[in-house]
């Protein structure tokens, strides 16, 4: 028999976790306890959200489901908005939320809050244990529910008084759940019938969503597009899964995309989606979209087909998979034309003109990304400096990371550490602005105490700069509420009050000497680029 | 339109909240919910009556067979359905009026459960649109409560929800 806070440490040590994100409280002070006899990692965060977020980081960079931890009550509370970021994004976490006792749930007692309830709208699933013994099968549960299917959190509430009750501990070797069968193999008269509609498509584009990276399905889907001179546009969320100077890929697709993208979306005349979600900021006019176009939709979630669009020709299943199997039915084409059509306008750079005084944020992100190595992990905060990172960033082979489904500013700089914890060997750079910046500036702390070198880009225009300029267009520039000048602090002073390096630039001679700094630096660095105030973010 | 939609869910702790959650939050009206175990005590069956279009019911079938905890989900077509509801209904009733109220009874099919000095207690298992007829007949007497189960459905012949 053991205490079942330290089965709770054993499951994981089974489910091979290196690395936990947390910040502690009373109600899970038992785990804590245990914690202390594993070899498992703890990494102290400065608030919960932001472990939340590092484990969002390290999961998609590991691939597998990675664990979050917080107290009952506002700890747990707190952690709420990087479970739906997660979910939004279908990242695998396991969040372990410490609870009060079972006897006072439902007195309203100190720091007890119904966590369960609160995070069930964006959850895949979630566990309030009151079994002390049923504890080994929830945790596989729940590691298998995360990480399997479409990938998602799963929240797991473990009542104090649960953590000290004595269990005997068995790791269970298999999930026994009736009700969950992922589908994996996609349906063959499906499969056919795809062959048959790309067959005749004079003008095929893929559309390669996160859900390609998932699945991690990139090379199946760039040898489908070889084999078949498919053109490719993709999500944010989609993002580095083509570099971005292959032939093939257009860029990124929707409201905030480049121009290629978007004429091919138009332009084509079969769509094949694949672990795409026709998000509203991808696809602005489904319906317009679906009339004109036959759309084929590969997801391995079955509700996400045909959910904001209507779809010919439905397919789910493990993408990876699939794009195997079509790439061995397919035959190798050519499409000259269509390809020529569409190079045309991608080889049409855009120019930028220089503020004095000022670094193009653009140039900027196309200098860095020219000079960091090809692993390099790029993380993009939220708002303009996420676009400008999505649209210059040169992808060679490394990974991009940011919130792309609920848009949470304030993830880039945890979400960096996680990804940096994951792939110690990897660049890990996180642009983010200096709204953003400081909904998360506390985790300087945690990069210093860790000495976890992560970099980190600061643009500074001192304003939220995406309202602002939703302000200006839509609402007769009545700007309000979007300045952050008289507030911010000297960010430089702020970083090496940390004891982290840092540099303003001010002109785009600065800002290139400042990136050969950022690139030869073994220690974390912070460098703030002074952006002009009315720079568009497209 | 209003489908009648069946649901097998493993009988735990807040499933009935995860179900009754998705139903508002992706904006589907509930107009009834009903909730039992079934032959296997581990397993609860769900009956709801909801309003939508084909489109609709289709997302709604999806998002429920998505969470972890649901085992089955048929949208029941109103061809093979056999649709029940139970009400109970207390009126006003002085002797006088008893026997009258007894043939409307015996001719709908209703029983009397409970009786005072000025009240009857009415119970009547049928089709939702028998129940409504019944309530507008007896509804002249004066109707003091009226209380129902919301509508559970299972299929005509041999086909059962696994099939």
């Known amino acids: 028999m053991i205490k079942a806070a330290e089965a709770m440490v054993k499951c994981l040590e089974n489910e091979g976790v290196k690395v936990v994100f947390g910040y502690p409280g009373a109600a899970i002070c038992p785990f804590y306890d245990e914690l202390t006899h594993s070899d498992i990692r703890h990494v102290l965060v400065r608030r919960e959200d932001n472990a939340g977020h590092a484990a969002n980081g390290y999961a998609r960079i590991s691939g597998k489901p990675a664990v979050c931890i917080a107290t009952s009550g506002p700890g747990a509370t707190n952690l709420l908005t990087a479970i739906a970021t997660a979910y939004a994004d279908s990242v695998p976490l396991v969040c372990i939320t410490g609870q009060v006792s079972t006897d006072q749930i439902g007195c309203d007692v100190f720091q007890e809050v119904d966590i369960t309830g609160a995070a069930e709208p964006f959850v895949k699933n979630s566990y309030l244990i009151k079994d002390a013994s049923q504890l080994p099968r929830i945790f596989k549960e729940a590691f298998y529910i995360a990480g399997t299917g479409r990938n998602g959190p799963v929240l797991i509430d473990v009542p104090v008084d649960i953590q000290q009750t004595m269990i005997d501990f068995q790791y269970p070797e298999k999930v026994e759940l009736r009700t969950y069968k992922p589908t994996v193999k996609g349906n063959s008269f499906q499969i056919k019938k795809v062959c048959e509609a790309l067959k005749i498509s004079e003008r095929p584009l893929i559309c390669a969503g996160g859900g390609v990276i998932s699945a991690k399905a990139c090379d199946e889907l760039r040898a489908l597009a070889e084999k078949t001179r498919i053109p490719v546009v993709s999500t944010m969320m989609g993002l580095g899964i083509f570099p971005s100077a292959h032939p093939l890929y257009m860029g990124m697709l929707g409201m905030h995309g480049v121009r290629t993208a978007n004429e091919a979306v138009s332009k084509c005349d079969t769509m094949i989606l694949i672990g795409a979600r026709v998000g509203d900021r991808a696809v602005r006019s489904p319906k317009f979209l679906a009339e004109t176009t036959k759309i084929i939709h590969i997801d391995v979630d079955p509700a996400e087909i045909g959910k904001n669009m209507h779809v010919d020709i439905p397919l789910v299943g493990d993408c990876k998979h699939i794009l195997q199997e079509l790439t061995e039915k397919l035959g190798s084409a050519e499409r000259a034309d269509w390809l020529a059509e569409l190079s045309e306008v991608k080889n049409t750079v855009p120019k930028e003109d220089e503020t004095e005084g000022y670094v193009n944020p653009k140039m900027f992100i196309r200098k860095l990304s020219a000079k960091l190595s090809e692993n390099t992990i790029c993380v993009a905060d939220v708002g303009q400096n996420q676009i400008w990172t999505c649209n210059n960033f040169q992808f060679k082979g490394g990974r991009f990371l940011t919130s792309g489904g609920m848009g949470t500013m304030g993830y880039s700089v945890p979400a960096a550490v996680g990804a940096k914890f994951a792939s110690p060997d990897s660049e890990v750079v996180a642009i983010c602005g200096d709204g953003s910046f400081q909904m998360q500036m506390m985790e300087l702390a945690t990069i210093v105490q860790e000495k976890i070198p992560v970099k980190i880009i600061l643009m500074r225009n001192n304003r939220l700069g995406m309202v602002r300029e939703l302000q200006t267009n839509l609402y007769k520039d009545n700007q309000t509420a979007i300045h952050i000048a008289d507030g911010n602090p000297d960010f430089v002073a702020l970083a090496e009050a940390y004891g982290i390096r840092a540099e303003r630039v001010c002109t785009m001679a600065e800002a290139e000497a400042a990136i050969e700094h950022l690139c030869s630096s073994k220690e974390p660095y912070l460098l703030e680029c002074n952006v002009w105030r009315n720079e568009s973010t497209l | ?163």
């Open chain 2, 1 to 163: 339109m209003k489908h009648t939609i069946s649901i097998l869910v493993e009988n735990h702790a807040g499933v009935l909240s995860r179900i009754s959650g998705l139903f508002s939050r992706r904006g589907f009206n509930i107009d009834s919910l009903a909730v039992g175990r079934t032959d296997d005590p581990e397993i609860s069956r769900v009956t709801i009556v909801a309003d939508g279009d084909e489109h609709t019911v289709e997302q709604l079938e999806k998002q429920l067979n998505k969470l972890i905890d649901t085992i089955k989900v048929k949208t029941l077509s109103h061809k093979e359905l056999l649709p029940r509801e139970l009400q109970l209904i207390k009126i006003n009733a002085n002797p006088q009026q008893r026997g009258e109220i007894l043939t409307v009874c015996e001719i709908m099919g209703a029983k009397i459960v409970d009786i005072s000095a000025n009240t009857m207690t009415l119970e009547i298992s049928d089709t939702p649109a028998h129940l409504m007829r019944f309530e507008e007949l007896i509804r002249p007497y004066g109707i003091k409560e009226i209380v129902r189960t919301g509508v559970i459905a299972i299929q005509k012949g041999s086909d059962t929800i696994k099939k």
